[in-house]
């Protein structure tokens, strides 16, 4: 199992070298004056070879990170069955971070929406950037996983801070 490992540790370094040299050689072929040119033009300035190559670079990303949560997952499922003495404690810890997102996503719809399509600043503006002079907005779902994300970030640090207050406080007690 531990030659299974180094194989795929391997492979996927290698292919992560062979496409991040792919995608600087692309990027140093780009002009040096593609960042005006992407301000003006918009995305359309950007040479083919370096979207492809980003491309590339971002869907292998997606498969790292896909396959690291398939080989965590499936490695805490193995020791779960091998060893359930903590199979409660875990169920516990899943629905807890379930609620979390849950109530992070639920609060996240309630927050300035317009409409149910886009967000609003504190002067009721529309929220968006700006593209070759052309004002763009974000889409909801964009919004929505953004601050599904930082509600989460939250919890997770006042719940990092508790712990921290906790233990403090215990290791008092204890000696």
Same mark, same amino acid.
């Given at each position: 199992?531990?030659?299974?490992?180094?194989?795929?540790?391997?492979?996927?370094?290698?292919?992560?070298?062979?496409? =991040?040299?792919?995608?600087?050689?692309?990027?140093?072929?780009?002009?040096?004056?593609?960042?005006?040119?992407?301000?003006?033009?918009?995305?359309?300035?950007?040479?083919?070879?370096?979207?492809?190559?980003?491309?590339?670079?971002?869907?292998?990303?997606?498969?790292?990170?896909?396959?690291?949560?398939?080989?965590?997952?499936?490695?805490?499922?193995?020791?779960?069955?091998?060893?359930?003495?903590?199979?409660?404690?875990?169920?516990?810890?899943?629905?807890?971070?379930?609620?979390?997102?849950?109530?992070?996503?639920?609060?996240?719809?309630?927050?300035?929406?317009?409409?149910?399509?886009?967000? =609003?600043?504190?002067?009721?503006?529309?929220?968006?950037?700006?593209?070759?002079?052309?004002?763009?907005?974000?889409?909801?779902?964009?919004?929505?996983?953004?601050?599904?994300?930082?509600?989460?970030?939250?919890?997770?640090?006042?719940?990092?801070?508790?712990?921290?207050?906790? $233990?403090?406080? $215990?290791?008092?007690?204890?000696?």
């Amino acid at each position: 199992m531990k030659n299974l490992h180094k194989i795929i540790l391997i492979v996927c370094s290698a292919v992560t070298v062979l496409l =991040l040299a792919y995608a600087i050689m692309e990027g140093s072929k780009a002009p040096d004056d593609m960042v005006d040119r992407i301000a003006e033009e918009g995305l359309s300035a950007v040479p083919d070879g370096l979207k492809s190559a980003v491309s590339y670079n971002l869907y292998w990303g997606y498969f790292l990170l896909i396959f690291a949560i398939a080989g965590a997952l499936f490695a805490a499922v193995l020791n779960k069955v091998q060893n359930p003495t903590g199979l409660v404690k875990s169920l516990i810890s899943v629905v807890v971070i379930v609620v979390v997102i849950g109530g992070a996503y639920l609060v996240a719809t309630s927050h300035g929406w317009a409409d149910g399509k886009f967000l =609003l600043d504190a002067g009721g503006e529309q929220l968006g950037y700006e593209v070759a002079g052309k004002k763009e907005s974000f889409k909801a779902w964009q919004y929505l996983i953004s601050d599904t994300s930082v509600l989460v970030t939250y919890v997770a640090i006042a719940g990092a801070a508790l712990a921290s207050v906790y $233990s403090w406080a $215990s290791s008092l007690f204890k000696s």
